[in-house]
């Protein structure tokens, strides 16, 4: 079975710092899209950023760009979010999705993973003023 499951959230100071990761198991796939989408109060899912090509193609939504990092450890099968610079407008609910088996590009990664049935369970990520 299948099996995102996300780590690392919490609550921090605006300008602080996060790290999220994403353990994925039940696969063996080399060629996977992987990313990060959040959800705040109120608001749609929104994607945050993505990586494909085994980890050499990465790419951010806007808002969180030169700021927010994503990176994959092959060997763990475990893809991370580094998060800087943090502002109370990242406050949401942070999960992994993943395509096992199906690669990404940057133009294509939001609809890849948006209608991926593998789907963390979240975790929650507040920033104070």
């Known amino acids: 079975q299948v099996q995102l499951e996300e780590s690392g959230g919490g609550s921090v100071q605006a300008g602080g710092s996060l790290r999220l990761s994403c353990a994925a198991s039940?696969?063996?796939?080399?060629?996977?899209?992987m990313g990060w989408f959040r959800q705040a109060p109120g608001k749609e899912r929104e994607g945050v950023a993505a990586i494909y090509n085994r980890g050499d193609g990465t790419v951010y939504a806007d808002s969180v760009k030169g700021r927010f990092t994503i990176s994959q450890d092959s060997a763990n099968n475990t893809v991370s979010l580094q998060m800087d610079s943090l502002k109370p407008e990242d406050t949401a609910m942070y999960y992994c999705?993943?395509?096992?088996?199906?690669?990404?590009?940057?133009?294509?990664?939001?609809?890849?993973?948006?209608?991926?049935?593998?789907w963390g369970r979240g975790t929650q990520v507040t920033v104070a003023s």
């Open positions: 039940g696969y063996t796939y080399k060629d996977n899209c």
């Open positions: 999705a993943a395509r096992p088996g199906v690669d990404c590009d940057s133009g294509t990664w939001l609809t890849i993973l948006r209608y991926s049935r593998v």
